[in-house]
């Protein structure tokens, strides 16, 4: 399987990551991005691009590719509307068409979050730009788009967030993880929605918006 990781250094994306260069079946991954990962593999190839919109100098890359794993993403706060959809919402689709005129039959993941709004219309910016970036890539004719919308997200393995912010609140909650996990159904892990991400980019779920519930029900 040639999977395509957008995200790559984020607290997600190194947990998607991590599951695919762990997989046999995986033989080749491609992390796109205007940075090289400090993860080094065998199976791993950095694919950089100082824009994110603009993929006609790497399109041979895009052929053959089996599933794509996106996990590129900015917390809203602080956040014009027009900067948060270029991040969100045309930095995905861009890359999605770009994939499709290459790979028309991959499996296109996508991170969104919870209480994404599904209408586009509602009066919460980030969840209305989530819910039209969701709408977009299912309309781009994929074979299968799925759309993952965790809740709590506890870092393992030795993966730390990127948002300072983030991080403080990772040292009061960690010891209160096993407490959370059992009492309510919105709290997983870095590594089973690594492992969700990849295992529904392989076969497939039946739902195509997947909440944390569905989630963790992946096995």
């Known amino acids: 399987m040639k999977a395509i990781l957008f995200g ?6 190194q947990g998607v990551l ?6 046999d079946e995986v033989t080749e991954v491609i992390s796109v991005g205007r940075t090289a990962l400090e993860q080094k593999h065998p199976k791993l190839k950095d694919l950089l691009l100082e824009n994110l919109t603009d993929y006609g100098s790497v399109s041979a890359d895009f052929e053959g590719v089996d599933a794509v794993l996106f ?21 995905p689709l861009a890359a999605a068409r770009a994939l499709h005129a290459k790979s028309p039959g991959l499996t296109f993941c996508f991170i969104s979050g919870a209480s994404t709004d599904a209408t586009g219309k509602g009066s919460v910016m980030w969840a209305r730009v989530k819910g039209e970036a969701e709408n977009a ?14 809740a709590y997200i506890q870092p393992m393995d030795g993966i730390v967030s990127k948002t300072p912010s983030y991080r403080w609140m990772y040292v009061f909650t960690t010891p209160f993880y096993p407490l959370f996990k059992g ?15 990849v295992e529904v980019a392989k076969k497939g779920f039946s739902k195509v918006v997947l909440e944390s519930d569905d989630i963790n029900a992946v096995r």
């Open 8 to 13: 790559g250094s984020g607290m997600i994306g």
């Open 18 to 23: 991590r599951e695919l260069l762990s997989r």
């Open 71 to 91: 996990c590129l993403g900015v917390s809203s706060a602080g956040m014009s509307e027009a900067d948060y959809r270029r991040i969100s919402l045309e930095l």
């Open 137 to 150: 890539l299912q309309a781009v004719g994929f074979k299968g788009v799925y759309c993952f919308r965790p």
């Open 183 to 197: 009492l309510t159904k919105y709290v997983t892990s870095t590594r089973q929605l690594g492992f969700a991400m």
